[in-house]
């Protein structure tokens, strides 16, 4: 059995993520609901006419933070990912489990995250083809950002890059085909205890 490079680079991520759920006990607990704008990749329409690009997303992020390191659980959804038009229907939810890196300075806290999770895309052509249900990829995100405000109340913009693994295998398992990026820019609300 031989392993390519995104099987190791999947497991690897995983180890880290496991690795960095292993926060202090001290660490700081958060939520922080955002809303953003998708951006580049296949955040767009599709080479079709009467297509109208439709980018806003909404989600949250939960986690822990240390003096250094922490992880993060994010939850996104875009309705119309790659576009509005008549007969077209789409949209892309992301479940992303995240190792953080937090140095604590105040009142502007930077973090790097890297991570792995789920891209599910569902898109319609029809209304007949409502029922058709979606597709589920494997997938990692790497990006970073800024917490701005007091250890429990501020603002928090984030920048990620989103890569679903092409032709991903894992122990000769086929758990994904597509290849999805894009990327995604948000602001939100950042609440801390």
């Not at 031989?2 to 939520?31: M, R, T």
């Not at 119309?80 to 008549?86: L, R, T």
């Amino acid at each position: 059995m031989s392993i390519n490079k995104s099987s190791f680079l999947v497991l690897s991520l995983f180890v880290l993520a496991l690795l960095g759920s292993a926060v202090p006990a001290g660490a700081q607990g958060f939520i922080a609901p955002f809303a953003g704008f998708n951006f580049g990749g296949d955040a767009q329409c599709p080479e079709i006419t009467d297509c109208e690009d439709k980018r806003l997303n909404a989600g949250v992020a939960l986690g822990r933070m240390g003096a250094i390191a922490g992880f993060e659980q994010e939850f996104a959804y875009t309705k119309d990912f790659f576009g509005s038009s008549p007969g077209l229907s789409s949209s892309v939810l992301t479940v992303m489990s995240s190792l953080m890196i937090t140095p604590q300075l105040r009142p502007i806290r930077p973090y790097f995250a890297v991570g792995v999770g789920l891209i599910r895309t569902n898109v319609e052509l029809n209304a007949a083809s409502i029922l058709g249900g979606g597709q589920n990829n494997f997938g990692w995100n790497i990006g970073g950002g800024l917490i701005i405000g007091s250890k429990n109340v501020g603002l928090r913009g984030d920048i990620r890059f989103i890569h679903a693994f092409d032709d991903f295998e894992l122990l000769g398992i086929p758990l994904s085909d597509t290849d999805l990026d894009f990327g995604r820019a948000s602001l939100g609300l950042y609440l801390g205890w």
